[in-house]
């Protein structure tokens, strides 16, 4: 009879793992009260006072999300660039980021727009026989409009900030290590 088999000796020969540099970690930012469906429906009842919750709601944040974006952009001459298909990001950003950085301040250097895969909220009518539409909600992967926001800061250099704009809102900012290594001695410094 054979002994039991742990992962490590499954795997042996099977798989690698070879990591040179780490030279990022990302940064999530997520609503934590709304990471089920429950979360969601009462978000839209008891917080936003709405008496059914709808996926109309979801477009409504979403649209005034996306307006306030484009009017901080315009309104404070930021460069808005859409993003093509197979563009590589930091490429057509980067003459934004050095223009930021010749100006001696921090700031947002320009904002980047694109089509990505998401996973989000989507709804789905129920079929009941109840007079008021009732919902479904369910997390799926849809395309949707993704905004990074590169930015130049004196301390720590070019960063970028991705948000999507779809509800509930996600965020990441990936930092690399001298970055984190620079925030860490910022608060060690703060404290």
């Known amino acids: 009879m054979s ?3 742990t992962v490590p000796e499954l795997l042996d020969g ?9 030279d990022r970690v990302y940064l999530n930012a997520y609503v934590p009260v709304l990471q089920s469906s429950g979360q969601v429906v009462a978000f839209m009842t ?14 409504h944040i979403g649209t005034r999300f ?6 901080y952009a315009f309104s404070n001459g930021i460069p808005w660039v859409r993003f093509g298909k197979g563009d590589r990001k930091i490429d057509v950003m980067q003459p934004h980021i050095a223009a930021q950085a010749a ?17 989000v909220w989507s709804a789905y009518q129920r079929d009941t026989k109840a007079a008021a ?10 395309r949707v409009t993704c905004y990074y926001f590169y ?3 004196e301390d720590f250099g070019p960063a970028f900030i991705k948000v999507c704009a779809y509800f509930p809102v996600r ?4 930092c690399n290590r001298v970055e984190v290594k620079d925030l860490h001695r910022h608060a060690v410094a703060a404290a």
Request: glycine share 8%.
């Open 46 to 59: 008891q917080h936003l006072g709405k008496p059914i919750p709808s996926p109309a709601l979801m477009e």
């Open 171 to 174: 965020h990441e900012a990936p």
């Open 151 to 153: 930015l130049w800061d």
């Open 103 to 119: 100006t001696g301040r921090s700031g947002v250097a320009a904002v980047g727009v694109s089509q990505e895969f998401q996973r």
């Open 14 to 22: 099977h798989t690698v793992l070879d990591i040179e540099c780490l």
């Open 3 to 5: 002994g039991v088999v």
């Open 66 to 71: 996306r307006k306030a974006v484009e009017s």
């Open 133 to 142: 539409p009732q919902y479904t909600f369910t997390k799926a992967d849809r």
